[in-house]
């Protein structure tokens, strides 16, 4: 059973930034993708962005520039470094991995941006 545990939420005020970190059970070359989603109350879950195993990155559109995706397969541990962050951006975010045509989920962390 693979297990993904999110870290790094909080309460921080707009223009902050937070740094998110997925930790992942086993060895994270075997995911051929790695991801943030978010999911806002009323919302649906959105992605925030995703990176391939030879470093590609690719992120929403909401994201312009602010966010930055990475992953250490030496610690089996992706990342999410956040900065100037809005209100809007208050949500669930969830790490995901995707390989061998399965997808997992961690439990979420809350991030919430005040004005």
């Known amino acids: 059973q693979v297990q993904l545990v999110e870290s790094g939420g909080g309460l921080v005020q707009a223009g902050g930034s937070l740094r998110l970190s997925c930790a992942v059970s086993r060895n994270i070359f075997s995911f051929n993708t790695m991801a943030w989603y978010r999911q806002a109350p009323g919302k649906q879950r959105e992605l925030v962005a995703m990176i391939t195993t030879d470093g590609t990155t690719n992120y929403g559109d909401f994201v312009k520039g602010r966010f930055a995706i990475s992953r250490d397969n030496a610690k089996n541990t992706m990342y999410l470094q956040m900065n100037s962050l809005k209100p809007e951006d208050t949500a669930v975010y969830y790490c995901?991995?995707?390989?061998?045509?399965?997808?997992?989920w961690g439990q979420g962390t809350q991030v919430t941006v005040s004005s």
């Open positions: 995901n991995a995707m390989g061998n045509f399965l997808a997992y």
